[in-house]
């Protein structure tokens, strides 16, 4: 059974930068697919980050520049380097992989800028 699990969120005041990682556990090799999304209240669940196997990564358009996807090696630990927060950026956010034709989702982990 595959288990993916966040950590690094947290309160942070506009400017700042916080540090998301996503570790997969279980039975894999690797991910096909590997990212984030987010869900802020009263808002559908949007994409912010994914990568493909390939390391091609598509950012949303409201974190380029600002946010950027990493993996580790092994393709079973990944990171969101979140710079320039704003509060509009407050949010639960969602690791993200692919397997094949299964997908898995963390937990969620609370972000939230304070202006």
């Known amino acids: 059974q595959v288990r993916l699990v966040e950590s690094g969120g947290g309160l942070v005041q506009s400017g700042g930068s916080l540090r998301l990682s996503c570790e997969g556990s279980?039975?894999?090799?690797?991910?096909?697919?590997m990212g984030w999304y987010r869900q802020a209240p009263g808002r559908e669940r949007e994409l912010v980050a994914i990568?493909?196997?390939?390391?091609?990564?598509v950012y949303a358009d409201s974190v380029k520049g600002r946010f950027t996807l990493s993996r580790d090696k092994a393709q079973k630990t990944w990171f969101l380097q979140m710079n320039s927060l704003t509060p509009e950026d407050t949010a639960v956010y969602y690791c993200?992989?692919?397997?094949?034709?299964?997908?898995?989702w963390g937990q969620g982990t609370q972000v939230t800028v304070s202006s």
């Open positions: 993200h992989a692919k397997l094949s034709t299964s997908a898995f």
């Open positions: 279980g039975r894999i090799v690797s991910f096909t697919a």
């Open positions: 990568m493909s196997s390939g390391k091609h990564v």
